[in-house]
């Protein structure tokens, strides 16, 4: 019998309104803004010997974005302080370390520093206690990727006189003169007296590469022609060092199919790379293959794998460790010797991101194996980021410099059927005021569209802001994602945005069944294929209130042909727009565009070639000629990935000042 005749319903309701009045006060300090931006690593290296671990970092920018000033801190492995290199033009927004080498020795760390100015890369060296800085080469265009061989010869990847910073992602130069003339190419070379000796042809772009263990050639990932539009076609070659046959080690079965991580074997018999359907370069996931390094059948190690390979690298016995991403979780996995199907050994698992998806293992170059002492970065939802060392499994923090500022804030992961498919998400409650209220909630749809919400610290970020404004955050991960396996992944092939809405949609089900937050007050935002589907989202539903669309696609029929990497699409589209115009049509917002009701805030890069302004442009333009509520803003010299900070500040303020407007 209830008391006072009141209902089951109206206990409850006391009930939390009873649990917010007590949990008001830590709520509220739980949800400013943090003192400081937290740490972030960029890259990290641990020596050979294991005794020192290097590391690029600085002060993510506000709002999460990258750190614009950024040091390099060699800390010894018994000793978090460091000793911070005295950098020709450090404490300069884009002055860069990078790309960090370790010499096989253990005595010397060598790394690229780029001109904030020109953009250009120089390699310096220096002592393994941060002293004794050398310049190896001062160089006119872009290198990245340094790494020795056994015998101590500095191999990376550079590009002469380069026109852009590499990689899709980073603003694009003028279109302007001859655009039938030849590339620059992005080769492998050899640093040999201060100069520079190149290893592969001047018609190919190489995009990761390894070292043959005699030091006597290299493996590497290629294409000819544009870097920037072809990595979708690239095939795995073998390459003499001194620069003359090249072969064909591996080519993709068909367009489903790229290439990533290429990794030579200790004994060198074998290579290791992941396959799979991948949308961006960097954004990794598939399954795990090797085949012989002189060439041979390939052999699928991983061929029924409900997961996504994410990085791999040969262990000191020579077994293959990978990190996967199996739904709500990342997994260290043991995949054996790689010559055979193997189910793998689960290593560790748990619900957090390492190393920005890469694992540095000691003695990955050197003669002999000293140590299975691994360094990696690692964050979670509430956890901000730190570097931490061990064996694997048995890893403990090394830093400690951002430990006040772990968060709070309720993270559920949620699981939910729709069509054949078993989906998961993340939903991230506020902290603020009375749980008698229910929030009202933004849905984060990922870029991509072959990648995935994983867990990224919420400090200071955009995320932050929005929790900190009461709003709630669901982060699913529909069809097309990674974390489920290959049949997952390309779910959403010749079908952008009709079986991934759905997804989207049942989740929001699964998260209006918790009655944690408003079914009524739902907002939706993502950049890139996330921007593409919050354009198409409001053509097709009303269930959102507001939206916000981040460099996204309208029309993918012009779009065709105004991109700078439109070899990506004939994997998800299994055609030109010229040979099947249909499948394009059929996924253009712009075709419903009378359809949309909901506010919309879009913005884009001026100089981004992924998803140029005129996607958002003209979606922009028909929005405002049918008279809905929207906003745009281009903002000048920024790329498909957004760098400065003043930007990245005004969409913060802009997205919650639109969500504000129309969810409040």
């Keep these: 019998m209830l008391p006072c005749g009141g209902s089951a319903g109206t206990i409850d309701r006391m009930l939390r309104y009873l649990l917010g009045t007590l949990l008001a006060g830590f709520a509220a300090a739980s949800a400013q803004e943090p003192s400081r931006p937290p740490r972030s690593f960029v890259e990290v290296s641990i020596s050979p010997d294991a005794r020192r671990v290097a590391a690029v970092e600085g002060d993510t920018a506000p709002r999460g974005g990258e750190p614009a000033v950024r040091e390099l801190v060699i800390r010894s492995t018994d000793d978090s302080r460091g000793v911070s290199v005295r950098l020709p033009c450090g404490g300069v927004k884009g002055c860069w370390p990078g790309s960090l080498a370790w010499t096989p020795d253990a005595r010397n760390l060598t790394f690229t520093l780029r001109n904030p100015t020109t953009h250009a890369r120089s390699i310096y060296q220096v002592s393994a206690d941060g002293s004794n800085l050398s310049l190896l080469l001062a160089f006119d265009g872009t ?30 130069a003028g279109v302007v003169g001859d655009l039938d003339r030849a590339p620059p190419e992005q080769r492998i070379a050899v640093l040999d007296q201060s100069r520079l000796r190149w290893v592969s042809p001047a018609d190919l772009f190489v995009y990761e590469y390894d070292w043959m263990p005699d030091g006597r050639g290299f493996v590497g990932t290629a294409a000819p022609g544009d870097g920037d539009r072809n990595w979708w076609v690239a095939r795995l070659y073998g390459f003499d060092r001194d620069g003359g046959q090249t072969r064909v080690l591996f080519s993709p079965q068909n367009a489903q199919q790229q290439l990533a991580a290429p990794k030579v074997s200790r004994d060198g018999s074998r290579v290791a790379f992941i396959v799979g359907l991948m ?9 795990l293959y090797t085949v012989p390094s002189h060439g041979g059948a390939p052999t699928a190690v991983t061929p029924r794998l409900a997961a996504s390979v994410t990085a791999i690298h040969w262990d000191c016995r020579d077994r293959l460790e990978a990190i996967v991403l199996a739904g709500d979780q990342t997994e260290l996995m043991d995949f054996g010797s790689g010559r055979s199907a193997a189910i793998g050994a689960l290593l560790w698992q748990g619900q957090e991101r390492l190393g920005g998806a890469r694992v540095y293992s ?4 050197a003669a002999a194996c000293p140590s299975a002492v691994e360094a990696l970065a690692h964050q979670g939802f509430n956890q901000p980021p730190e ?19 772990a968060t709070a804030y309720p993270v559920r992961s949620l699981k939910w059927k729709s069509d054949q498919f078993d989906v998961q998400g993340w939903l991230v409650l506020p902290v603020t005021g009375s749980l008698q209220s229910r929030p009202p909630l933004i849905t984060v749809v990922h870029g991509g569209p072959a990648a995935a919400s994983e867990p990224r610290f919420l400090g200071a970020s955009q995320w932050q802001t929005l929790l900190a404004h009461g709003y709630a955050l669901f982060m699913p991960n529909p069809r097309g994602s990674y974390g489920e396996g290959e049949a997952f992944v390309t779910g959403n092939v010749r079908d952008f945005g009709h079986g991934d809405l759905r997804d989207i949609l049942v989740g929001l089900d699964a998260v209006a069944t918790l009655e944690l937050t408003d079914p009524d007050r739902i907002g939706i935002m993502g950049g890139s294929y996330g921007g593409f589907m919050t354009m198409w989202a409001v053509t097709q539903t009303d269930r959102f209130k507001a939206a916000v669309a981040g460099a996204g696609i309208s029309n993918w029929q012009s779009y065709y042909g105004e991109n700078g990497i439109d070899a990506w699409m004939i994997p998800f589209f299994g055609a030109s727009v010229y040979d099947d115009p249909a499948v394009y049509a059929r996924s253009s917002a712009i075709n419903f ?28 333009h028909a929005l405002k000629v049918l008279g809905r509520p929207s906003s745009t803003v281009i903002y000048p010299g920024e790329g498909h990935a957004i760098r400065d900070p003043d930007h990245l500040a005004d969409i913060d303020a802009r997205t919650v000042s639109w969500f504000d407007r129309y969810l409040k």
């Design 143 to 172: 290198i990245e990727a340094l790494r020795y061989s056994r015998d101590g010869q500095l191999a990376m990847l550079a590009v002469e006189n380069a026109a852009k910073e590499v990689g899709a992602v980073e603003a694009g």
């Design 279 to 287: 949308s961006d370069f960097g954004s990794t996931g598939g399954n």
């Design 362 to 365: 000691a003695g990955a170059s």
């Design 387 to 405: 570097i931490e060392l061990g064996t694997v499994g048995k890893w403990h923090d090394l830093t400690h410099v951002n430990a006040a500022l």
């Design 593 to 620: 565009i009378q359809q949309v009701h909901t506010p919309t805030f879009s913005f884009v890069g001026a100089a981004d070639i992924e998803c140029p302004p005129p996607q958002t442009l003209e979606f922009a």
